[in-house]
């Protein structure tokens, strides 16, 4: 019943959103939004962001507004937010690809294995929200089938329920983990997006430094590590080296 309650306690605290967001913010940057006052809209859209709250619809809007007004780098930046806060929202991941036809980089990707692509696929099928919800519906079911067990005078009944709360809670024990995994991605910045026209990226961090490749605004990039005004970054391809802080945007 303790590890019961503890997964409880941890999904509660994953899955609840600030009641006290400054929605009439929000609502003002719809409606200039609406009014395809684009740069209005941004202006109350980061009003809510730098209040430190999160939202995918806000990100997505965000996303929507520098697209049409061809600040591509940036569209790219909040999509990719959104895509984070829900990576299953078929809007979000279309305009993703429709902003990143607009990039000049055309990175190739090491080929996951499959297994490795549908496993990342299916832990992305849900946000950490929908994953914390399923691990409490699990564990209820679970509790109501133990239950079934200790209070029933039938044999049959009794195995079905012990099994069943078996499994029950082993499906909620996953949920769990897969909640964690999606929130640890979600608190994490370890991915980023260049912002900089042109970026010459360097073998080391200083000016000096022998210069391994150019990348352009739009890219995303794994943050490797951050010392002071350099940044060190992985392409998907694999190669790596260093940049400016300022040059990348983490997501």
């Not at 509660?12 to 959103?17: D, K």
Request: with cysteine; aromatic share 14%; glycine share 6%.
């Amino acid at each position: 019943m303790k590890l019961w309650l503890n997964i409880l306690l941890v999904c509660c605290a994953f899955g609840i959103a600030k009641a006290d967001a400054p929605y009439s913010v929000i609502d003002s940057g719809n409606a200039a939004y609406a009014k395809e006052k684009y740069a209005k809209a941004i202006e109350y859209y980061k009003k809510f962001e730098e209040s430190g709250y999160q939202s995918e619809q806000v990100y997505y809007n965000m996303g929507n507004c520098y697209y049409r007004m061809n600040e591509i780098a940036k569209s790219i930046l909040y999509y990719e937010k959104a895509k984070k806060l829900n990576p299953s929202d078929a809007d979000v991941q279309f305009n993703l690809q429709l902003a990143n036809a607009k990039t000049t980089d055309r990175i190739i990707s090491d080929t996951p294995i499959f297994l490795v692509n549908w496993w990342h696929n299916f832990i992305n099928s849900f946000s950490e929200k929908g994953w914390s919800i399923i691990c409490i519906i699990l564990l209820f079911l679970a509790a109501l089938l133990l239950v079934l067990y200790s209070i029933s005078g039938n044999l049959a009944v009794r195995q079905m329920g012990f099994w069943g709360g078996i499994v029950m809670t082993i499906f909620s024990i996953c949920s769990f983990g897969f909640a964690r995994e999606q929130y640890e991605t979600l608190t994490s910045h370890d991915t980023g997006v260049i912002m900089t026209a042109s970026v010459t990226v360097k073998g080391a961090p200083e000016d000096k430094a022998t210069q391994l490749f150019i990348i352009h605004e739009g890219t995303k990039v794994n943050i490797v590590k951050t010392e002071g005004d350099w940044t060190e970054i992985r392409l998907n391809s694999g190669v790596q080296g260093w940049l400016m802080t300022s040059d990348v945007s983490p997501i």
